[in-house]
């Protein structure tokens, strides 16, 4: 992650604030009109950005700031304490079914990263909660993503379940089934992509769903793409519903919108993040840690 920009413009903004000592309404006022343009060339989305402004400008207005001796100091808590919310609040951990195998159905366009970090967190849950997981090839239509799944499964030492180009729904029935005989508390679906939402795909998704009841549906979304990402997680929750994103390629994410924008967008929150090519790079998503990245 490196959203130096937003950082960067940020830090000039409170500078200057420091820089005057006590704050009249004016000084704030073009302070917060600074935070807008940071955010909004960060790509945050507008709606959002306008929002958090109005929040962060009804709480520095007021005369306890203004009043203050070090009113500088309470804007950056202030906006510090927002970005947090905005990001959800605090991290949001996985659902886990009482009965297992808690089953996690991974969806997501084409390309963002769902086979590889469907990989990570398996091998994640295996390594820090010791869990035994299963992954399954659900993606049918390419033969290359089967063999994908295979050769990161084994890997990270993780059996991978395969039906070669079955009925993506038997093939997940057949899955649970397998993980329940093997002793399998997680299973993991790795599901097609396409390269846009279409019905057919969300036809074949809810199918999915219908029939194994996952207790977590988690979009992977390629954070690089931005709004892109913003919108395909809005598409996914109205078709589908998900409960929680997994953003990928932070590492390659130079200004921060899809990762400031997702749950105040979606309401959904970041679960997981996918920080490099590499098969542990994978972290929970905690909103202040974040937070307290960009304030630099
Ligand atoms: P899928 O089509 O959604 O299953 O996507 P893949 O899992 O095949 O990933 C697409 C590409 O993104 C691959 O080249 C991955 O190595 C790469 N990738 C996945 N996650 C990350 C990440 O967190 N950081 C970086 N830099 N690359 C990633």
Same mark, same amino acid.
């Given at each position: 992650?490196?959203?130096?920009?937003?950082?960067?413009?940020?830090?000039?903004?409170?500078?200057?604030?420091?820089?005057?000592?006590?704050?009249?309404?004016?000084?704030?006022?073009?302070?917060?009109?600074?935070?807008?343009?940071?955010?909004?060339?960060?790509?945050?989305?507008?709606?959002?950005?306008?929002?958090?402004?109005?929040?962060?400008?009804?709480?520095?207005?007021?005369?306890?700031?203004?009043?203050?001796?070090?009113?500088?100091?309470?804007?950056?808590?202030?906006?510090?304490?927002?970005?947090?919310?905005?990001?959800?609040?605090?991290? !949001? +951990?996985? *659902? =886990? @079914?009482?009965?297992?195998?808690?089953?996690?159905? $991974? /969806?997501? #366009?084409?390309? &963002? %990263?769902?086979?590889?970090?469907?990989?990570?967190?398996?091998?994640?849950?295996?390594?820090?909660?010791?869990?035994?997981?299963?992954?399954?090839?659900?993606?049918?239509?390419?033969?290359?993503?089967?063999?994908?799944?295979?050769?990161?499964?084994?890997?990270?030492?993780?059996?991978?379940?395969?039906?070669?180009?079955?009925?993506?729904?038997?093939? !997940? +029935?057949? *899955? =649970? @089934?397998?993980?329940?005989?093997?002793?399998?508390? $997680? /299973?993991? #679906?790795?599901? &097609? %992509?396409?390269?846009?939402?279409?019905?057919?795909?969300?036809?074949?998704?809810?199918?999915?769903?219908?029939?194994?009841?996952?207790?977590?549906?988690?979009?992977?979304?390629?954070?690089?793409?931005?709004?892109?990402?913003?919108?395909?997680?809005?598409?996914?929750?109205?078709?589908?519903?998900?409960?929680?994103?997994?953003?990928?390629?932070?590492?390659?994410?130079?200004?921060?919108?899809?990762?400031?924008?997702?749950?105040?967008?979606?309401?959904?929150?970041?679960?997981?993040?996918?920080?490099?090519?590499?098969?542990?790079?994978?972290?929970?998503?905690?909103?202040?840690?974040?937070?307290?990245?960009?304030?630099?």
């Amino acid at each position: 992650m490196a959203f130096e920009g937003l950082t960067e413009k940020l830090s000039a903004a409170f500078k200057r604030l420091r820089g005057k000592g006590r704050l009249t309404e004016a000084d704030i006022r073009e302070a917060m009109r600074e935070i807008r343009m940071a955010l909004l060339e960060a790509d945050v989305s507008y709606k959002v950005v306008k929002d958090f402004v109005a929040r962060v400008s009804e709480r520095a207005v007021g005369a306890d700031v203004l009043e203050s001796l070090t009113p500088a100091q309470m804007v950056v808590k202030i906006v510090n304490e927002e970005l947090v919310s905005l990001m959800g609040g605090a991290n !949001a +951990k996985l *659902a =886990v @079914s009482s009965r297992p195998p808690t089953v996690i159905m $991974l /969806v997501g #366009l084409q390309g &963002a %990263g769902k086979t590889t970090n469907g990989a990570k967190l398996a091998g994640y849950l295996k390594k820090q909660n010791s869990r035994r997981p299963l992954l399954v090839a659900c993606d049918v239509y390419r033969p290359a993503a089967i063999k994908q799944l295979e050769v990161v499964g084994g890997q990270l030492g993780i059996p991978v379940f395969q039906m070669g180009q079955g009925d993506p729904v038997e093939i !997940a +029935k057949a *899955a =649970v @089934s397998h993980a329940v005989q093997h002793g399998n508390d $997680l /299973v993991l #679906l790795d599901t &097609a %992509g396409r390269l846009h939402v279409d019905e057919e795909l969300m036809a074949e998704l809810k199918n999915i769903k219908s029939a194994v009841r996952p207790a977590e549906i988690l979009l992977v979304v390629d954070a690089m793409t931005g709004q892109d990402a913003v919108n395909a997680a809005k598409a996914f929750d109205d078709a589908l519903g998900i409960d929680g994103v997994m953003l990928t390629k932070l590492d390659g994410d130079a200004r921060g919108g899809a990762a400031l924008s997702v749950k105040a967008t979606t309401g959904k929150p970041i679960k997981f993040v996918g920080t490099g090519e590499k098969l542990d790079s994978i972290e929970p998503f905690h909103p202040e840690r974040m937070a307290s990245r960009i304030l630099g």
